[in-house]
């Protein structure tokens, strides 16, 4: 029995990898495994078929409680050509099973990939690895021979043939997956045939070819029981999002303009689009921020999401959402930066921008995902401190979550907390005017919007007089605006729960501070080390601003704090400016999650040192 | 009719003594009062500059948003809240300079809202710059040496952009301007009015040609539909179409009306014709009106036969596996 | 005339097998060979797209800029360096979704630069949302539903905006497509050029009509100066002008090429006409052509007669006074 | 003998106050007393003549070597009118003289400036306070009888009147002052009489009234011998641009869009504009900054310059300029935040913003002037770095410097550092494509133009591969380039001079810092902190990115550090969490400059502090 296995599978774009990686996470989360999963899209447009670039890979872990991120090395590597081979081979374990489409070998592949005339990859693979190589194209161009098809539409099934197989190897049912591909493909009768025929050759061939060997057990979660369903990064803030509005008893509005990573958040959206839940795709992000806002004066739970370039174009408008204090959720799903950067890769380098990329004094509150379920919670939170606070609220997501999948016990709707915005009703007494800066206790100003008879007023980005929201220059206004808006955004800490480490520790030698998609690598890691007795613990940030009142306790109790990031170092420069601790940073910027191996070997230099010093 | 006081904020009024931003308000107050608008469900939003300001002097919902996104914010608005009626109001540097992609798209799209451009020619609030309505050579602080470069044309570029309303008013002619803003408002799509308006203090007189009393008769030709173009000191000049060209007559010189262009706001080339005219001669009314459906009722429409989705639903998704204990 | 593959640089293309975009590269670099462009004194620049990918495939100086902006770079260039030749690339949602102000603005200053527009009616890098150019009702991954409003014609935009060359051709006619480059470069500013561009991985077929073999004679009419408005099967057709109308006729019934609509490049306001068949017959060429001066040339006249002052005269200025021991 | 002075002209914006303030503040200069001055315009719009609103202050102070401010609350007030009066009489100090034009205190006037019936706040005035009322209107009209001018344009002379009255209290020779008249008014000769004739009438009015008792002399500087102008901060950014230009040997190309507190750069260079010195009025804030570094691109010392709102709008521009690694000068002028906030009023609110405001990891060097002379020192070494490392660099100016003016000491242009960009001459050795992103010994690429030829290269947003800068998604690469670009901003550190305290102490109890505008208030209170001789010291700091390297021993040598900022709290934060020390903030958020008063109470508590614990 494994305790967890890893998977990856490689091929050109339009082999359809992420399609069976997809569907293989799927069954194996339904199987009672917990499942993590990461997809490594090649840059934005298709490269020529065969060729590196053209790569697509998708890879994920399956396995017992302790899978938290779609893992290092791959335990089975799946490669329909060449180029898939040569971009992934390294990452293959050296004792990896290597399953190769043999059709993709062949010399033209073997051009295209750029090997060199008379290379044999796969001859040199066999020498250290176990290697199963088969000629897929062949196998399935016979298996549908009866079909009819043309040749390229059969080739197009090699995928579920490589899904047949793996899912005899880890000794799935067939007919779940056959379940699976009919209601996907449901649209086109032979087409729907043609992709279970391969599916069932694929299952028969490791049947026949006695693949026993390599037959494995692996471990299941035991996971609570009831209802669940998956959810993929992006698809988690879209359902937040509408579910929320629906909480709320508002109105959805999103605004978005399209960008890799975050595109599928206005298309999940668009696809649910109906009176309660408008979607725009505005002219460009200032558009999307502005109309939002616009929405947000008109009474909707507005919302808008980008990436990198995007997010900054909006910074003006955002700095007029904290001024205006309309509510309005902003998703930065952050990619490689600076400017144009690595959009297709993960980072998390845009937190400080978060913070600060407003001009002014224009504080917000800032949360961030860890994971494509906790994304639904995350997002849900931060439309609810944004309409209850009446303040924008920033969500840092990133390339990595917006991609990955995960299962989701789907919670009731009694369970999730309520959200009540500061509505107006009635109209102010004696006919005197209404007064949208009047704030209440946590310092929140009314929300009252046209339609409403008796609540007419007028706001803009000048500054406000108090309470009545006037123009007004006078300088201890002006402070007292400050303040208040501040205050109101530091209040936002009534809506969070207590900060919790992963194992509970509130002191030992080393803290492992993480924030956002790297939750499951820091975890991972921290288990191991914690296994070997060292004395190490993890805390995963949500809330970034304004920092948890109980933050500062945890950090000092322990004898050193490492702060984990995909960045330069930047969740690290607030801790240390807030707390005055002396906070080491531990980053990586290369557009890829961390690893298991690199930061295990990061971490235990720290326990040493602290061992030692 | 309501009382035009009724629809003046609390707020005092502050543009420079003489400008003639003072009429425009002073006739928006009066078709809102006109047009007996229920101030709750009026909503007036502008971008930044003198012009701007007006929303504040106006006892109705109002937002006095940031530079050039006026549109961009009224769009997001009128989606949410096709139930309201909303105004624009802008400069020529808010609407065309940095908010001209906004304005662009809004009018494609036929948003409905009336967009009253106050068109000075100048930057007014930031004490005189250039904008791109002003002529070329025009001398300002930041073109001491005269502005380079085409002006638009903000009907051209609006007609250019697909917009279904365009006409133009001006500070001078209360009358007149009332009456294009009532136009304006019972538009079904997106109304574009260009107001000439005079900035005493910037760029001081730059329309008198077309505005004062003493030249207003010989620059200035009001449309009406269905009737022929004339001008002039009791409408002794006409203009005809000499195919494409438009060319300059005066009846005395034994032209009929019926030899003369006969304005038709329906007509999207003869729009472009008097679009162009930006010369000492220019059309003040409704050059083009087309009736097309709003952003707002087609996305009305397409939301309106799609169920909203119960929480439950939503949460559910389409595909859920159990896990017994 | 030189190599076109002398125009080429190291760097593999990655577009799609089949994608439009490889045939105006293409086109391209034949025309810089043609024109024997020296390589140093050219510029390419882009914005983000698909089609914003081709400078880096063509050898001379070339910059991949940010999302719609390429055209504001271009602006301080060739002001900075009226010397250099510099070609703008972009895209549908490049030039006309984000970058649409930017475009007008250029458009309006007259800028020298030819503006290669692929227009796929689709964004492709971001893989497949509505641009502004897509037909309404078009469904995509934001508009699963269809998409809302009316599209842009990019000649009228570009037109209202005071573009002074206007010209539209497609990638599946290379020979046209050349020559619609090379008169975009000699023009004397700003040198819009809408290139129908098939992106077949998202939305392909979209101009199939006017650019398959099989139906272009009967959907495009390809436009010269001076010769009438010819399409159809060995030009068996032609378009009239009835009043302010075209109208398509077949030669077949009597009409002779006098009857037919002249071709005037230099008649803007059957420019305008030309840029509004945005229906199922569409015209190819120069819809538009009027000299006026470029931006840079205007602004170099500015300087030109102005003597540039030495650091020891900025540094004094107007006014000193000495302050003795 | 007074050692300093501080006068408060007010009026109406019609009144022509900000003239004879400058006047009086040249002539004052060129005396030989040091001089600072504010200016206190109205908010933008002009407000109906005669209110509240429309009122225009100048204010200045004049005196020995320690005037470092524009002055507290005045010696002498100026009142044109009724409403001028309102604004301003709790500035004057209590036993300070008053100078009312009593034709602005009629009915109407005191009406207009929301006075009830009846009010005579000139009576009140006189219960407590040496007042001087004249009827100016009257008087000029007197004096111009002769003058072939309408009575408005006569009228428009009252300011010339006060003038010669201040002129003669403080014992300047009326030539100077008439011949400063000529040159200003040079233009028509009838309204140049006229305002001679007036300042006249008034310069003979205060000798005729016996105004002897407040006739008063005042301490002059001793200021090293040279040649002297006035510059005013907007003027000395845009002065510094061509010099620097001229030094760099490029041609200087300047982009920008209107803008309150910023605009006056760019219609300053117009005013200069030939073919070494392009300005471009763009579209808007991103327009000109992408065309400011197309120009760039093209071989100039490209520059732009705003304010929040449009500084905001550059945001995603100078991540593209970050990663082009091209230069340009950006300077950010800073006002009341957030959104559009108080346009004309000074803050220092944008600093974590010119540090953070871009997605990425995106630095660039930030550099703060400190007044209108150091504001050329600092923008002329910003545009030096930016050509000799290759980077944009951010330079904060505020709106006080903007408007304030102050005497130079013109420097010859040997004096002035020189300046060489890494030109590329020559191609590259046997026909090798040219590489752009080679760095030199500091982490510097070359500058190679276009008309280069073999020089031939594209750039562009997307990660480039070093040396080659082809686009590169490898993910070692990339963290390798955002090591680099890193790397080389924090070299900026090798074109700083050394970091110095006020007076030079480097240990005591108390050390202030300060950055920006602030520096005159701060320096005035420390200095006479320290004539009580409390032992308190004041740095301030002109490079915020990087910090200098001698900095945080000067920061260790006290026993408590303040950070002084007109914001929420900003430099601050990047102190405690650069040094780790617990540097305490003190901050003030008005829209208005620090008060000596109240800085000195707020310092004398944390000297308290210190002794006590
Ligand atoms: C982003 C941004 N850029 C610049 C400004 C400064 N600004 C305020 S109003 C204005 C121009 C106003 O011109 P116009 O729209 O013609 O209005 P007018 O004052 O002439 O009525 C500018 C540039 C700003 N507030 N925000
Ligand atoms: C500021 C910004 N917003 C969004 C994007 C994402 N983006 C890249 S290309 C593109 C649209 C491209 O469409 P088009 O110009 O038509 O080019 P095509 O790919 O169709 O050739 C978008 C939205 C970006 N890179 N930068
Ligand atoms: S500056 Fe011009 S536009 Fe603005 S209020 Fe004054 S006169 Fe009117
Ligand atoms: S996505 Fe479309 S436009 Fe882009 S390369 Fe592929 S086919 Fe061409
Ligand atoms: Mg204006
Ligand atoms: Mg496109």
Known sequence: MQSEVTVLFAGDSGDGIQLIGNAFAQKSAEAGHSVSTFSDFPAEIRAPQGTVPGVSGFKLQFGGESVYTAGDKADVLVVMNAAAYKKYAGHLKPDGILIANESGFDGRNLALAGYDNGAEPLAEARASQRVISVDIKKNVQAALLELPLGTAEKNRTKNMYVLGLLAWMYQRPAQDFEKYIQEKLAKSKNVLEANQMAFRAGYGLAETMELAAFKTEVSRATPAPGVYRTLVGNQAVALALMVAAKKANRPLFFAGYPITPASDILHELARHRNSDCLTFQAEDEIAAAVAALGAAFGGSLAATASSGPGISLKSEALGFAVTLELPLVVINVQRGGPSTGLPTKTEQSDLMQALYGRHGEAQMPVLAARSATDAFETVFLAAKIALEAMTPVMVLSDGYISNSAEAWLIPSEDELPSIAPPMVDGTPADGNPFEPFVRDAFGVRPWACPGQEGLEHRIGGLEKEKNTGNISYDPANHEEMVMARAAKVQAATRFYSPTQTDSGNNSGDLLVVGWGGTYGSIKAVVEKLQGKHYSIEHVHLRHIHPLPEDFGNILRGFKRVVVAELNHGQLVNLIRSTYLIDAHRLTKIQGQPFEEAELKSALKTHLQAIQHG | ?325
């Open chain 2, 1 to 325: 009719m309501a009382n035009p006081r009724d629809y003046a904020s609390d707020q005092e009024v502050r543009w420079c003594p003489g400008c003639g931003d003072y009429s425009v308000l002073k006739q928006f107050h009066t078709v809102l009062a006109h047009l007996e608008l229920p101030r709750h469900k009026t909503v007036v939003v502008s971008g930044i500059g003198c012009s701007s300001r007006l929303p504040y002097y106006v006892n109705t919902f109002g937002v006095h948003s940031i530079h050039g996104r006026a549109t961009a914010f009224v769009t997001g608005l009128v989606l949410a809240r096709p139930d309201l009626d909303v105004w624009i109001v802008t400069g020529d540097g808010d609407a065309l300079s940095i908010g001209g992609n906004h304005l662009i798209h809004l009018l494609r799209r036929n948003v409905k809202a009336p967009i009253l451009l106050f068109n000075n020619e100048i930057y007014g609030l930031t004490k005189g710059q250039v904008s791109p309505t002003s002529p070329e050579g025009q001398v300002s602080k930041s073109s001491p040496d005269g502005a380079l470069g085409s002006p638009f044309m903000p009907p051209a570029l609006a007609l250019g952009a697909g917009a279904s309303f365009v006409a133009r008013a001006m500070d001078r002619d209360p009358e007149h301007l009332r009456l294009m803003m009532i136009r304006a408002h019972e538009h079904s799509g997106s109304a574009f009015l260009e107001i000439y308006q005079n900035c005493n203090v910037f760029n001081d007189g730059a329309f008198h040609l077309f505005t004062e009393k003493e030249s207003r008769a010989h620059h200035s030709v009001y449309l009406t539909h269905g009737q022929p173009l004339l001008f002039g000191i009791e409408n002794s000049m006409g203009i005809r179409l000499d195919g494409f060209t438009p060319r300059t007559v005066n009846l005395s010189d034994g032209y009929s009306h019926d030899d003369l262009w006969i304005h038709d706001e329906k007509d999207p080339i003869k729009a472009h014709l008097l679009a162009r005219m930006h010369q000492e001669i220019r059309p003040f009314g409704v050059l083009y009106a087309e009736n097309r459906p709003s952003f707002q009722s087609l996305a009305q429409n397409l939301s309106s036969d799609k169920k909203a989705e119960s929480i439950e639903q939503l949460l559910q998704g389409s595909r859920t596996w159990i896990q017994s204990e």
